[in-house]
């Protein structure tokens, strides 16, 4: 057993390290600063975002990027609290590029985003969530990465809001930290579609939900590995910059906590990218292993496994800190690293029992 426990701990150790390097490398690369001003289409799906809608158009209105070389196409996915009407309002009020479509025969994010892709002018896509905000300098930081390599796909960092350091925002914060680590090594394993870019050329070349359509979810991960399998040598960038960072909500209710993260699980199985595979099964075998010697009291054992998984992972955070935006991690970390193995069990088990719900929907 000791032998076994000692494999899996040296394999964790070569791919955190491995997160950690990428992330240093990252920190060398500057972007380039605007060589000229391409004309930009930002893609909002949305369904049942009343609340939210308001705040999100103001942030897009308020962005320091010429304003008539920019649209935003809200696409309503059949909506029912009056988001539309609010948004047909919210738009005439703007006398800007900001338009308003619906879906009428099909449904999910994913149908959403390729209607407003249908409908876009812009050479490069950006797509965010209807619950996000952005800083002014937002687009211009995106489009600057963009430039940079004239890049296929950008992957922009996301923060949760609200509450404070929670443990949310530390998960998410670990998300991150491993998206732009796999990033930096050109392995890039995950990403957010509420803060991505893309061509829109390559979009239409690979036809990415094809694969996974009957998922209402998903768009962006399963886009970025169809992109890795497809294209060889795609040129993939992680931003960097504070200043491309989107704040998401972060989830209120049991519920809807549990339908989110057993989705996520859920749809983890249906990855067909080796890398995501690999980092998963360690990931996996890591955590089984510590719970292995948690039921089987090996105090020992699990203290140093403990101390040293911690240490790594505390490293993955401060090596991506410049851009997760959070301050002071430590003792979230500590917690989140404490309760982790039986909260990835949990949701590994629950993904496979039960069908969770997106948006009043079940995938």
């Known amino acids: 057993m000791i032998i076994i426990t000692s494999c899996c701990l040296l394999i964790y150790l070569i791919l955190i390290i491995g997160l950690i390097r990428g992330n240093q490398k990252l920190l060398r690369i500057d972007t380039n600063k605007l060589n000229n001003v391409p004309f930009v289409s930002i893609i909002v799906p949305f369904r049942n975002e009343k ?4 705040t999100l158009l103001e942030a897009l209105k308020c962005q320091d990027y010429p304003e008539d070389r920019y649209e935003v196409l809200f696409v309503d ?3 029912e609290d009056g988001s539309v009407e609010l948004m047909k309002e919210l738009i005439l009020l703007t006398k800007r590029l900001f338009f308003l479509h619906q879906l009428k025969l099909n449904q999910g994010k994913k149908e959403a985003i390729k209607r407003g892709i249908a409908e876009a002018k812009g050479d490069l896509i950006l797509t965010t969530d209807a619950d996000c905000r952005m800083k002014v300098s937002w687009l211009t930081t995106m489009v ?3 430039q ?4 296929d796909f950008i992957i922009g960092p ?3 809001k609200g509450g404070g350091i929670s443990f949310q925002s530390i998960e998410f ?3 991150i930290s491993v998206t732009s680590g796999s990033a930096g090594i050109e392995r890039p394993l995950i990403c957010n579609g509420a803060n991505l870019g893309f061509k829109k050329s390559v979009f239409e070349q690979l036809n990415p939900y094809e694969r996974n359509k009957k998922e209402l979810s998903g ?3 399963f886009f970025l590995h169809e992109l890795k399998n497809s294209i060889d040598n795609a040129k993939i960038n992680f931003v960097t910059s504070e200043k491309a960072l989107v704040q998401t909500s972060a989830i209120t209710g049991v519920s809807d906590f549990l339908n989110q993260r057993t989705r996520w699980a859920k749809k983890s199985r249906l990855y067909r990218d080796r890398d995501s595979l690999l ?3 360690v990931i996996t075998l890591m955590n089984s292993i510590i719970l292995l010697h948690f039921f089987r009291c090996n105090w020992i054992i699990l203290g140093l496994l403990f101390i040293i998984k911690f240490s790594l992972d505390l490293g993955l955070l401060l090596s991506a800190r410049k851009w997760i935006g959070l301050k002071l991690i430590t003792i979230n970390a500590l917690f989140l690293s404490l309760l982790y193995p039986f909260y990835f069990i949990i949701f590994a088990l629950l993904s496979l029992l039960y069908k969770p719900k997106w948006k009043g929907r079940k995938t």
């Not at 609340?51 to 308001?54: K, R």
């Not at 940079?148 to 890049?151: G, L, S």
């Open 51 to 54: 609340d939210n809608l308001t």
């Open 77 to 79: 996915d059949h909506s």
């Open 144 to 146: 600057e990465s963009y």
């Open 148 to 151: 940079t390599n004239d890049a």
């Open 158 to 160: 996301v923060f949760i």
């Open 173 to 175: 914060a670990s998300i």
């Open 219 to 221: 768009d962006d991960v």
């Open 279 to 281: 980092t998963g099964a």
